[in-house]
């Protein structure tokens, strides 16, 4: 079975908050999972998977995306620099309306604000082979707008990057929010790819406008990504193979006894 799996990170650095420890991944540790990817998976790129899955060929076994939503300014502070020296092909989502400001969607939620990335930083990190995907300009709860201001935020978004880098082919729904009519207008824009954040597996049969991720928590430690790796999970816990095996057992015994 050949299939392959996206991450997703967000902020790489020091959470300030208890709050953020979710969605913010100390740089030691992110160098620590690349190390580790680099060195046991076959990481690929978001084009290479576009190609995939237009022409149906395989992936190597196993692959790896590596993702970054929302395009905070630490991924280019922290995050570039070890992408650069481990040379792992990645792709940041921004959210364009707020680039050169701060997380104004999160603060509204409580979190401590933070800045975003600016173009200059995007230009930058484009030149050295660092991918960027549409985010949307305000990162809203998309099936919750209406139909004219979705479709405004997906494609105002993508031009907005295309602008700056030339072409913008990937999207990712902001809080991985989506209905049929979202991934339509995602597909009507003009976008290859569409991540939501709905967690497992992706094949050569998915939707390539709803592939799904695996969320990094901030705080995850190695033998949690690799168990979210094994399993193509979210939920890592230490009882997560024993309660798989148990059930691939009872599994085989049904089997067995209703021979
Ligand atoms: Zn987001």
Redesign the pocket.
């Known amino acids: 079975m050949r299939r392959f799996l996206i991450l997703m990170y ?1 902020m790489i650095r020091v959470p300030k908050t208890p709050e953020e420890a979710r969605y913010a991944c100390p740089p030691a540790r992110f160098y620590r999972h690349l190390a580790w990817l680099k060195k046991h998976r076959p990481l690929v790129s978001l084009d290479q998977i576009e190609a995939a899955l237009a022409e149906q060929s395989a992936l190597p076994e196993g692959a790896v995306a590596v993702t970054l ?2 395009g905070h300014a630490d991924n280019y502070q922290n995050a570039f620099p070890i992408l650069r020296e481990l040379q792992v092909p990645a792709t940041i ?1 921004l ?1 364009t309306g707020y680039l050169g400001r701060t997380n104004l969607w999160m603060a509204r939620s409580g979190f401590p604000p933070s800045p975003m990335l600016s173009w200059e930083q995007v230009e930058e990190m484009h030149r050295y082979g660092i991918a960027f995907g549409a ?1 949307t300009v305000t ?1 809203p709860r998309l099936p919750e707008l209406a139909p004219e201001a979705a479709k405004a935020e997906i494609l105002a978004s993508k031009r907005a990057i295309e602008e700056r880098l030339g072409s913008c082919r990937y999207f ?1 729904y ?2 991985g929010l989506f209905d049929p009519a979202c991934r339509d207008w995602v597909k009507e824009a003009g976008f290859a790819l569409a991540c939501s954040t709905r967690s497992g597996f992706n094949h050569l049969g998915r939707d390539p406008l709803a592939l799904h991720r695996i969320e990094v928590r901030g705080d995850d430690a190695l033998w949690q990504l690799k168990q979210k790796l094994k399993f193509g999970t979210n939920q890592a816990s230490l009882a997560l193979p024993l309660r798989y095996y148990a059930h691939r057992l009872k599994e085989k015994l049904r089997a067995w006894t209703s021979r």
């Open positions: 967000h939503d929302d989502f959210t985010h990162h990712a902001p809080y």
